[in-house]
């Protein structure tokens, strides 16, 4: 999975990036291995913001979150996004395919469309 890391207004240090891999190393098994992530680190005054993307093919899973504390909200941030993506391939392994009438009107011999008169 590759991971990309943005710090705005902070550095981002070997800390919250060990922080980081281990969280998305649990939402690697969940999304696989074509995944790739966004880390984004932001610091607003009194607010410390992490927000959290990982991207699959066409589908995304975001997570944000905000605390007075840069490690807290990368954890929350992480443990959202895991619940998320949970939530999402148990959605799309739901789905089921339904088949077509034609085949449900097939019976022994008979081809659908055709019909025979007696």
């Known amino acids: 999975m590759m991971i990309e890391y943005t710090g705005r207004h902070i550095v981002v240090t070997q800390k919250y990036k060990n922080l980081a891999e281990a969280g998305l190393k649990r939402v690697k098994k969940i ?29 995304s899973v975001v997570s944000n979150s905000e605390s007075a504390e840069m490690t807290t909200s990368l954890r929350e ?15 799309t392994s739901t789905i089921k395919r339904h088949p077509r009438t034609d085949e ?15």
């Open 31 to 59: 999304v696989g291995d074509g995944a790739s992530a966004k880390v984004i680190l932001t610091v607003d005054k009194h607010r410390k913001i992490a927000d959290v993307t990982v991207s699959m093919g066409s589908q």
């Open 77 to 91: 941030a992480l443990a959202k996004l895991e619940q998320t993506a949970i939530r999402q391939k148990q959605k």
């Open 104 to 118: 449900l009107s097939t019976k022994d011999g008979e081809i659908p469309g055709l019909v025979t008169t007696v």
